[in-house]
């Protein structure tokens, strides 16, 4: 494949660039599990080292020039003593490594590391409510027609996918391994209606045209987010 080779790609040129200061490199997300649609997701990298100073930093920089030359995001770098310290304030991204990870170079650093979870529920709570924020926001800007809608749902929905998952380990729930299952069950849970935002996944499978996501179906998982969020502070308050 050719994700595979500008993976491997990569790897060697990280490993020529940093030598022993690399430690790990990760690919996680969508890409590491079985959720990957080449129209909408994206190869996310996580580089751990062992020092990240402006001179290592600088030696990294051609390396990373080229690879968001192809239109890949930009990898994300921690240093080893960050990894562990982060573990608490980072809850939902460092689980969602630990749960959708592939070791690309040296040691599998998240095989063992413990994720403290007492701010976990804290930071899904803030994190729901700011991207429901951001969805209002985007709209007032974005404009009301179905074409620019139907992109905001599309940009939005696997964060509030994400979300969603994350919802439910806060709830003491064992959530299931696809984003559809999760919306479903996350909603029977809160009592919000699911199906808008399975239609945007639906068209971001390919499975549904896009002209499927008209103003009717925003409004619909406008109220389903904003729902979710209501219900998940109310609950978790209680």
Not at 75 to 80: G, H, K, N, S
Not at 168 to 194: N, T, V
Request: glycine letters at 8%.
């Amino acid at each position: 494949m050719n994700r595979e080779k500008e993976l491997a790609g990569l790897v060697d040129e990280f490993q020529l660039a940093a030598g022993n200061n690399l430690k790990s490199l990760v690919l996680y997300g969508s890409a590491a599990g079985g959720e990957f649609h080449e129209a909408h997701s994206d190869l996310n990298i996580l580089g751990i080292f062992e020092r990240l100073d402006a001179a290592a930093l600088k030696r990294l920089h051609p390396v990373v020039q080229v690879w968001t030359g192809k239109g890949n995001p930009a990898p994300l770098l921690l240093t080893i003593s960050e990894l562990h310290s982060a573990a608490d304030v980072y809850a939902i991204e460092f689980l969602d490594i630990i749960a959708r990870r592939r070791t690309l170079s040296g040691e599998d650093l998240f095989a063992s590391l413990e994720v403290p979870m007492g701010l976990h529920r804290l930071q899904v709570e803030r994190e729901l409510r700011l991207n429901v924020l951001r969805l209002r926001q985007s709209a007032l800007v974005g404009g009301a027609g179905s074409a620019e809608l139907g992109k905001l749902m599309l940009d939005s929905v696997a964060a509030f996918c994400v979300l969603f998952r994350h919802a439910l380990i806060a709830l003491g729930e064992k959530p299931p391994d696809s984003r559809r299952e999760s919306c479903r069950r996350l909603a029977a849970l809160l009592g919000f209606d699911s199906a808008p935002l399975e239609v945007v996944l639906d068209v971001r499978e390919s499975k549904q045209p896009a002209n499927s996501l008209t103003a009717d179906t925003f409004a619909g998982y406008l109220a389903a987010v904003s729902g979710a969020a209501d219900e998940f502070d109310r609950r978790t308050a209680a």
